[in-house]
């Protein structure tokens, strides 16, 4: 099976959903960029937990942080949508790979006696 993106990109971005508070940040940032003292409040967690869970999330790729021009201390974190289409590229081709091998077992079981 070919990979649509490189295999160290990929296990980033994993090992960066693999966390279910990261997985929830993401799902708040898909309804629009927020700072990281909002996703904080949402998810319940202290400031420096939610600043470990942000950095890990931007070194993976999947959120970009800004400042606004009017306070460079403000942090807003918006989703960068290049990793999830790479994973859904990579769950797509997955599935297709194990498609074909149940079709095979399958034929392969209704030939045998």
Request: glycine share 0%; hydrophobic share 35%.
């Given at each position: 099976m070919g990979l649509t993106l490189p295999q160290a990109q990929l296990d980033r971005t994993l090992a960066a959903l693999a966390d279910?508070?990261?997985r929830r940040v993401v799902d708040l940032l898909s309804r629009g960029?927020?700072?990281a003292g909002e996703?904080?409040?949402e998810l319940g967690l202290p400031a420096p937990a939610m600043s470990r869970h942000l950095r890990t999330l931007r070194e993976s790729g999947l959120v970009a942080e800004s400042h606004p021009p009017f306070d460079a201390?403000?942090?807003i974190y918006a989703l960068r949508p290049e990793?999830?289409?790479?994973?859904?590229?990579w769950l797509e081709e997955s599935e297709r790979l194990w498609?074909?091998?149940?079709?095979a077992?399958?034929?392969h079981v209704e030939k045998a006696p």
């Open positions: 279910p508070h990261r960029p927020r700072q996703l904080a409040r201390r403000v942090r990793p999830m289409t790479h994973l859904l590229r498609s074909e091998q149940l079709l077992f399958k034929a």
